[in-house]
C-alpha cells in the first residue's frame, strides 16, 4: 500500500524558533498533498492544500506567513512554522492523495507532534 | 457546504458485542465517504471507502458500513469487539475526487474486557 512518512515525529522548540516537518510518499508519487492540525482529542483541522510546482492554498483562518508551506517535488512537501509560540504546540499530520478512479483516498503520514516551550 | 455529524463523542462496547458508530453527512451531491481509524499518536488508517459502488462497503478488520441515501447516513459496524479496536474513528466525506475531505468530530471507541 501506499506509504506516507513525516519526519520529525516528535520537535521540542523554543518560543521564537522555526521548525520544518517533512512529508514524504514514499513509493507513490503525490501531486496534492494536504496538511492537518489536530488538537488534543479533536478531529482533524485542514490547514492547507499542497500542490506540487505552486502556491499552497490555505484555509480560512490559517495564517500563510506562519506555517510556510513548500511542495518542490512529487514526493515531498514541508511545513514550517515560523516563529512558534506554545499556542502552535500540537499534531501536525500531512496527507497525500492517490488519484485512483472514484476514489480520492488520502493515504496519512504518522504525524508529528510539536511542542513549543 | 458539506459537513459530518459523529452522534456520540464516546462509545464504550463489552468485548465480543456488537459496535455500531454513527455517521451522518450533509452533502449536495452524491458524496464519496469514508471511515478512518487512529491509534494514540499515530495517522489516520483508512478502514473502508464508499464511492457510489455498492451501498454495504466491507473494510479491513471485520468492520463494514451501509450507505443510506435515505437516512443520509454511513454508519460503522463490527460484529464483535475486539480489544484491539480501542481507538478514535472518524467518518469523512466529500463532493468529488477533486476536493479537499471533511473530517467528522471523531468517536473514541473504548472496549471493556
Known amino acids: 500500500g501506499a506509504v506516507v512518512s513525516q519526519h520529525p515525529s516528535r520537535v521540542i522548540c523554543k518560543s521564537g524558533t522555526s521548525v520544518k516537518i517533512e512529508c514524504r510518499s514514499l513509493?507513490?508519487?503525490?501531486?496534492?498533498m494536504f496538511w492537518y492540525r489536530q488538537f488534543p482529542k479533536k478531529s482533524l483541522m485542514l490547514m492547507a492544500t499542497?500542490?506540487?510546482?505552486?502556491?499552497?492554498?490555505?484555509e480560512q483562518g490559517v495564517e500563510k506567513d506562519k506555517f510556510l508551506i513548500n511542495h518542490a517535488s512529487l514526493t515531498l512537501s514541508t511545513l514550517t512554522v515560523t516563529s512558534a509560540h506554545p499556542e502552535d504546540s500540537s499534531f501536525y499530520i500531512c496527507?497525500?492523495?492517490?488519484?485512483?478512479?472514484?476514489?480520492?483516498?488520502?493515504?496519512f503520514g504518522p504525524g508529528t507532534r510539536l511542542t513549543v516551550l | 457546504a458539506q459537513s459530518v455529524t459523529q452522534l456520540g463523542s464516546h462509545v464504550s462496547v463489552s468485548e465480543g458485542a456488537l459496535v455500531l458508530l454513527r455517521c451522518n453527512y450533509s452533502?449536495?451531491?452524491?458524496?464519496?465517504l469514508f471511515w478512518y481509524v487512529q491509534y494514540p499518536n499515530q495517522g489516520l488508517q483508512l478502514l473502508l471507502k464508499?464511492?457510489?459502488?455498492?451501498?454495504l462497503v466491507k473494510g479491513i478488520n471485520g468492520f463494514e458500513a451501509e450507505f443510506k441515501k435515505s437516512e443520509t447516513s454511513f454508519h460503522l459496524t463490527k460484529p464483535s469487539a475486539h480489544m484491539s479496536d480501542a481507538a478514535e474513528y472518524f467518518c469523512?466525506?466529500?463532493?468529488?475526487?477533486?476536493?479537499?475531505?471533511?473530517f467528522g468530530p471523531g468517536t473514541s471507541l473504548s472496549v471493556i474486557p
Open positions: 469523512a466525506v466529500t463532493k468529488t475526487s477533486y476536493d479537499k475531505v471533511i
Open positions: 452533502s449536495s451531491v452524491p458524496p464519496y
Open positions: 464508499y464511492t457510489s459502488a455498492a451501498t
Open positions: 513509493d507513490f508519487q503525490a501531486t496534492t
Open positions: 496527507s497525500a492523495r492517490v488519484f485512483a478512479s472514484g476514489s480520492n483516498e488520502q493515504f
Open positions: 499542497s500542490n506540487e510546482g505552486s502556491k499552497a492554498t490555505y
